[in-house]
């Protein structure tokens, strides 16, 4: 299989701050055949591309957009808090194409009938936020933000704020609420965003990527964008790959590909093979098997997993499995927002009882306490964060766990024989 | 956004004077905080005094405006070195040599995770993931991010900090 | 409109807009909850109420689940069962194991559930968080080591109370409950009203306990102990000992007192007749005057620190007499030293509180007009209750006492005082006879009566509307000063008195009250008081005889130059964000 150039267009461009190049290459033509139909149509469009949402959650883009509540002011949200381990697309595409994630935030304001739009840029990224300011700056002295756009008569502004530095505040809900000036806890769903949001009023919260794709399916059709992979989860994808590859890097590919074509994109592994993890620290880790699992939601679906936010990490056979655990219970022990019980105690537990095992030590019973722990995280989570727990501890425990209590005995047995 | 580095002959603003730019309302609090932590050069906390003044401008309780504050990873309440390093210790990091950077920083700075040098130059902080995993291992000195450096060049830039401040 | 729904198998029928939890209830099922509690909004955080709805993947809150159409739920699946006992486990590998020493032994939530999901086994590791125990505050003590995050003392602080001396810090594992970093509860705004400790469900937040300092007072040969109990305590102290809320205990109340060995018995209800002699002056003097308006009342040291932090502009309109507990313990050591010709410095002033401010209260710089500390200690409800049980005292079988004459007579007027809007109806009473020379035939003001948050009302005095409003709970306290002092701003005038009570209810709802100490309960021990004021002989503060007496050998008449000196006093502005040097 061959990248696809949708979005990688435009990333691939020397000067990201020029509107000009941006407009030559294809820019602002999606807005302005946009702004040429009525507000419901564009939805249709999206709808009919079925675009789904690239940030994880994998939900209908234009369906959420439909079903946003009609009355009053409403918000449009970009969630760029891109915060998940093993990904780095957003900040690709917000740092080499900054146009055209506001021309996507401007045609999704203008076809949900937002007015006011915030883009809430994670803390760590403070060079990407003076960048879209920049861009921000420039497209409104340009006409394509502000009041009258390009003279249809419609106006949206965007606003950029910033972020403190939490992983959960990439859950809408959260980052709504940090939004907001609270602590970045999420909320309960329902109600849901598009009903009540910012402050209580129907929000449309959309991933980086996702807008990103927005002008393009404007401008070249959605009939395009939904012929590539596979019908239920259609398009493009902007794939983080990284870890033991030649090439690590964004790769933009059809849905669908297969783990072993992108591994090969990305120049082949460096080493032996022994482990992906696929869609994120909260996703599974899977054998050398996985080379041949599709990557759209779908399939990842059938995989007990989840394709997440298209993070590929891949691994040698020089990366110890218990280093693997080690991390990723301390990741989630230090990003659980500590709102629930299960999740607060039980990241807490975890951590504790990875860091036992992969320091060598450990009672006999830790993989029975940790997939335990993880079954009450999965069925007693506030959030999916908690809840998704279950996916890097059981692929990790299946798959690997003869190596991490050999890696125990070994210890004991050391210190036993002094 | 804030600026790391500021030129000695700008004077220092107040805390009065950064707020005022800032309008009273919550969604605003996050970007005062970032630049009240960074108010004058080389700091990188959040003092009792800035706190209580930015609690009063936003008109919310200092429990609840500290509470803010702690759950967030970037903002400290407690003194920190002029330089604060972040190092990235998630998956992809971890397995392109991020215990290396560790090793390396433990032994030349002399202090462990958490810690700040006895000059008060610099503070090692562990951190997730700094979303520039293809150029891993990664680290940001202040605003700035430091990727796929080896060693020695992180070396080199350490070094660079010290004499820019001798 | 209706919803029908199966639970478990049992069809019912419930209000729409009725949770699942509440739904189960109906259906005779309950569901294990931890962090919810009947008086506030349900968070959805602790997981324990998990239930299995037929059709939706995976689990459901009952707390914030809506009972719908057709439901069918299941509370009690093996799974869901699993899923709550490792939940437990891994709360309780939290937690300090040293419930024999902790002041909730016996009356704690989370040894409740463990105990109705029959724990058996602790699998997890242990750890605490090795934090000291926060001893500043007067009133109140946090150790965060039990804090289990279940949020209620966050809300009752900044949502109920609008006081917001605590919030959540942290984050993870790591997330406790606490004033602004650096700072502890007695520095911080905390005004003492206790209703974080009141919904506590475990050890993280109780009362600074005053026990072992009055049984030394006691057993000390060379003291002599005056104690004062307070209106509430004689509708709530029974709930400690298997009565009912509301139930009047007073005669056994002063019999237990005598068995721990309190010298003198005295009542605050008398110092409160004596404070409607006292404010009530104040108020014709401010009716005659013309100002300044509101007089607000000035008995709740709770709403007294709240005023002083959040409405300093305010100060003037408050009432400068003290309360009835700081104007009885000035006396104790004045008159009745005097009168019964003992050393003041022998007597030990001891009051017997539902509220855990009034600790707080007794300790305020200012308040030592008798030359001493006009009040050495005081005891919330709960705390004599656990004297009363370490003495070994049943308290249910003693017989009823009379209390020691001088300062423990008292009219109806005087006990409502210990619901919210009785001290405007005390006040109204004998305002009205004063300032009309007539008699006052409709004696009960049924408006300014109940648990609602604000409560208004206009009387006419002799041809004057007396606009007069009630407050109870300081959230509501915040929403009736701002409205005064919008209008103040204005030049408008809004009412002529107001009542502020720090807690919801009224005193009766205090901090220091019996636990639990619902709403429901409040309203319980509310109508007690009511009751006993129907049953009374005399029914207004200026007709009891031993306040007439004080004023002819010792006050001579109210607003004189010794009751300015004795029983008034004056606030001072504190900082809202304590921080700002």
């Known amino acids: 299989m061959s990248g696809i150039r949708y979005i990688t267009t435009f990333t691939d461009s020397t000067k990201p701050l020029d509107l000009v190049e941006y407009c030559t290459l294809g820019g602002m033509s999606g807005l302005q055949k946009a702004l040429k139909s ?99 700056k420039l497209a ?87 012929a590539i992979g596979p019908a239920d989860s259609p398009g493009p994808k902007m794939y983080s790959v990284s870890g033991h590859v030649r090439e690590p890097g964004v790769y933009e590919y059809p849905m669908g590909t297969t783990v072993r074509e992108l591994i090969d994109a990305a120049g082949g592994v460096n080493g032996t093979l022994k482990a992906v993890q696929i869609g994120g620290t909260a996703g599974p880790v899977y054998g050398v098997a996985s080379l041949d699992y599709a990557l759209d939601f779908a399939s990842m679906r059938k995989q007990g997993g989840s394709l997440g936010s298209g993070a590929v990490v891949v691994m040698n056979s020089g990366v110890h499995m218990s280093q693997v655990l080690e991390v990723t219970m301390r990741f989630y022990a230090e990003e659980s927002c500590g709102q629930c019980f299960p999740c607060r105690y039980g990241t807490r537990q975890l951590d504790f009882m990875a860091h036992q095992l992969a320091a060598g030590r450990g009672k006999t019973d830790y ?16 959030c999916p964060f908690g809840q998704s727990v279950t996916l890097p501890i059981n692929s990790l425990l299946d798959n690997f766990g003869d190596e991490i209590v050999s890696f125990v005995k070994q210890q004991q047995f050391l210190k036993e024989v002094g | 956004m804030h600026d790391a580095k500021r030129s000695s002959s700008t004077p220092v603003p107040t805390a009065a004077s950064i707020l005022e730019k800032y309008p009273p309302e919550r969604d605003r609090i996050l970007s005062a905080l970032h630049e009240m932590q960074v108010r004058v050069p080389g700091k990188s906390w959040i003092s009792d005094e800035e706190l209580a003044e930015t609690a009063r401008h936003f008109n919310i309780p200092l429990a609840e405006l500290d509470g803010v504050v702690s759950f967030y990873a970037l903002f400290s309440r407690k003194k920190r070195g002029e330089h604060v390093i972040r190092l990235c210790d998630s998956l992809s990091c971890r397995i392109c040599g991020s215990l290396d950077l560790y090793h390396h920083l433990r032994e030349r700075l002399g202090i462990t995770r958490g810690m700040t040098t006895g000059d008060r130059r610099f503070t090692l902080e562990i951190v997730n993931c700094l979303g520039a995993c293809s150029t891993a291992p990664n680290m940001m000195i202040d605003d700035r991010l430091v990727s796929g450096l080896s060693v020695a060049e992180i070396d080199t830039l350490l070094d660079g900090f010290e004499e820019v401040e001798s | 409109m209706n919803v029908a729904l199966r639970i478990n198998g049992k069809p019912i029928s419930v209000p729409s807009h009725t949770s699942v939890l509440e739904a189960a209830a109906v259906a005779g099922v309950e569901i294990p909850t931890l962090c919810r509690h009947e008086d506030l909004l349900p968070k959805g955080v602790c997981g324990m109420c998990l239930v299995k709805i037929d059709g939706q993947a995976g689990f459901k809150r009952a707390c914030v689940t809506q009972a719908e159409e057709g439901m069918s739920v299941n509370t009690s699946t093996p799974d869901i069962r699993q899923i709550r006992r490792g939940l437990i486990e891994l709360v309780l590998a939290a937690h300090p194991t040293d419930c024999l020493q902790c002041i909730k032994h016996g009356k704690c939530e989370l040894q409740d559930l463990a105990e109705k999901l029959e724990v058996r086994d602790l699998r997890f590791d242990q750890y605490t968080r090795g934090l000291p125990v926060d001893r500043t505050s007067a009133s109140i003590v946090r150790d965060m080591n039990k804090c289990i995050g279940c949020g209620r003392c966050v809300e009752v602080c900044n949502d109920v109370q609008t006081v917001g001396s605590i919030f959540f810090h942290g984050r993870g594992s790591d997330t406790i409950v606490s004033p602004a970093y650096g700072t502890h509860m007695g520095d911080s705004v905390c005004t003492n009203c206790g209703q974080c400790v009141v919904y506590c469900p475990v050890g993280a937040l109780y009362e600074h306990e ?98 002083e932090t959040f409405f300093p502009n305010l100060l003037e309109n408050v009432s400068s007499c003290k309360s009835p507990q700081q104007m009885l313990g000035a006396l104790t050591k004045t008159y009745f030293a005097k009168t019964r010709n003992i050393d003041p410095s022998r007597i030990v002033s001891l009051s017997i509180m539902p509220c855990t401010a009034k600790k707080f209260e007794s300790a305020r710089p200012e308040m030592n007009a008798s030359g001493f500390r006009d009040v050495d200690y005081v005891l919330t409800t709960r705390e004599l209750a656990r004297m009363i049980r370490q003495a070994g005292i049943d308290f249910a079988t003693l017989p009823e006492v009379s209390p020691d004459p001088l300062m423990s007579s008292y009219t109806g007027a005087a006990t409502i005082f210990g619901a919210s809007g009785g001290v405007m109806e005390a006040a109204l009473r004998t305002a009205y006879e004063i300032a009309t020379g007539t008699t006052l035939e409709q004696i009960e003001f049924a408006d300014v009566r109940g648990m609602d948050g604000v409560k208004e009302a206009a009387v006419d005095v002799g041809g004057t509307t007396v606009r007069v409003a009630v407050s109870n709970g300081l959230g509501n306290a915040r929403i009736l000063l701002n409205r005064i002092a919008e209008n103040k701003r204005a030049g408008k005038e809004s009412y002529h008195f107001v009542e502020i009570m720090a807690c919801a209810g009224g005193c009766i709802g205090g901090g220091g009250q019996p636990l639990e100490n619902t709403f429901a309960r409040r309203a319980e021990r509310m109508k007690g008081l009511y009751r006993e004021d129907r049953t009374l002989p005399r029914r207004k503060s200026h007709e009891n005889p031993e306040v007439t007496q004080i004023y002819a050998d010792f006050l001579d008449h109210p607003g004189s130059e010794r009751a300015h000196q004795l029983l008034h006093t004056h606030y001072v502005e504190r900082e809202a964000y304590p921080g700002l040097r």
């Open chain 3, 210 to 307: 005053l026990i072992d300092d009055v049984w030394t007072s006691i057993d000390n040969p060379e003291k002599m102990v005056v104690a004062q109990v307070a209106p509430a305590v004689r509708v709530s102290l029974g709930e400690e000992f298997g009565m009912q809320p509301g139930d009047l205990t007073v005669g056994k109340l002063y019999a237990a007192l005598k068995t721990l060995g309190v010298d003198v018995v005295f009542d605050t209800n008398f110092s409160a007749d004596l404070t409607i002699m006292e404010e009530g002056t104040e108020l014709l003097e401010r009716l005659q005057k013309g100002g300044p308006f509101p007089l607000i009342t000035s008995c709740s040291p709770g709403w007294i620190k709240f005023g």
């Open chain 1, 140 to 226: 409104t002295e340009g006409g394509y933000l502000g009041e009258n756009i390009l003279g249809s008569g419609y106006s949206f502004n965007i606003e950029v704020r910033i972020g403190g530095g939490s992983y959960v505040v990439g859950d809408e809900t959260a980052l709504l609420n940090s939004l907001m000036g609270n602590r970045g806890y999420p909320l309960l769903k329902p109600p849901f965003p598009t009903e009540r949001g910012l402050w209580d009023r129907p929000t449309i919260v959309n991933n980086v990527e996702t807008l990103s794709y927005v002008p393009l399916i404007l401008a070249r059709g959605p009939e395009a964008f939904a």
């Open chain 1, 38 to 136: 009525e507000s419901k149509q564009v939805i249709e469009t999206v709808k009919q591309s079925g675009l789904k949402g690239r940030g994880g959650a994998g939900f209908d883009t234009g369906r959420k957009w439909e079903s946003l509540a009609v009355n009053g002011d409403r918000y449009l949200v970009c969630n760029a808090d891109e915060g998940e381990p093993g990904t780095f697309k957003d900040r690709y595409i917000m740092e080499r194409a900054p146009f055209l994630i506001l021309e996507g935030m401007i045609i999704a304001a203008y076809a949900t009938g937002a007015h006011t739009g915030y883009i809430y840029i994670r803390g760590e990224y403070p060079d990407v936020a003076r960048t879209i300011e920049s861009a921000i």
């Open chain 1, 367 to 382: 993989l029975d306490r940790i997939r335990e722990t993880a079954h009450v995280m999965f069925g007693a989570s506030f």
